[in-house]
Each structure stands twice: as C-alpha cells, then as structure tokens.
C-alpha cells in the first residue's frame, strides 16, 4: 500500500477528523507528537495507518492555523 502526495483513503480521514473534534488538545502541527498520542489512546490500528493519519492531523492543522 503506497500512497502518492496526499493522498488518504475515506475511512481513514473519517476516523481522523472524528479523532480531531473528540480530543483537539492531544494533536498539533507535530507528526512525532501526533504518533505518540495515537498510541497512548490505545486504538489498535497498523503502524503504517497510524503514521498516515498522524500526518494527515498535522497537514490539517497546519492548514488551520494560516
């Protein structure tokens, strides 16, 4: 499963965005930071989908605070 830019399959954005509005405070613009909250709520979910939605928060984000 590769992906291209920033590209992110529906279920996955869906779960973060709902991972946004429920706990805003455990995310930023950071991606290593974003991992580390992933992990610490305890959602089992694969290394590499962990890693596409920890990125997909932190572009989010980024884009909110421009």
Wanted: without cysteine; hydrophobic residues 40%.
């Amino acid at each position: 499963m590769i992906f291209l830019g920033k590209a992110l399959l529906k279920g996955l954005r869906t779960k973060a965005d709902l991972l946004l509005q429920e706990a805003p405070e455990k995310f930023g613009t950071d991606f290593e930071k974003n991992k580390r909250a992933l992990t610490e709520l305890g959602i089992p979910f694969a290394k590499i989908n962990r890693n596409l939605i920890a990125g997909y928060m932190a572009r989010k984000l980024e884009q909110k605070k421009d």
